[in-house]
């Protein structure tokens, strides 16, 4: 399997970028979430909200045959919002996508990486050397993890 093209994302592609987060948060988080932490995390990630989040972080995506397949974004020293649709986890396509914001942020200045990690995702990052920092028990209940650059 190929890799696809990983740019910065433009206004123009909030809609899709949306449209990309909520088939994945369907496909991959439901198994792992009460019905309302799904419903809260789908209000976050409406195209306005993903368009105000975009305005503020330096936000990828990843294109193919001009299709969204993955997107992240760095706030600070944040890995923010990373997602890989469905048809894709498991390709290496996540892992190329935190390997580009691991570089971007090294570029920026950032020693310690942070994320909160959904349920689903914490084992993903395990791998990817970041470490369990604490147990967030919110609506949308997280891992925040670190790692250093």
């Not at 469905?86 to 200045?109: D, F, I, M, T, Y």
Request: charged share 25%; glycine share 6%; aromatic share 6%.
């Amino acid at each position: 399997m190929s890799f696809p093209a990983i740019r910065r994302a433009v206004p123009d592609d909030s809609v899709a970028l949306a449209a990309l987060i909520e088939r994945t948060i369907l496909a991959s988080n439901v198994p792992d979430y009460e019905p309302a932490a799904i419903e809260s995390l789908l209000q976050a990630m409406a195209p306005p909200r993903v368009a105000e989040r975009m305005a503020s972080r330096d936000c990828f995506v990843a294109v193919e045959d001009g299709v969204f397949v993955g997107t992240i974004s760095l706030g600070g020293d944040r890995l923010h919002q990373m997602f890989v649709a469905p048809e894709r986890q498991k390709s290496g396509l996540g892992r190329r996508l935190v390997a580009h914001l691991e570089g971007h942020a090294r570029a920026c200045g950032v020693i310690d990486l942070r994320l909160h990690s959904s349920l689903t995702a914490r084992g993903f990052y395990e791998r990817l050397g970041y470490r369990m920092v604490s147990y967030q028990p919110q609506d949308v209940p997280t891992w925040l993890m670190i790692k250093r650059l």
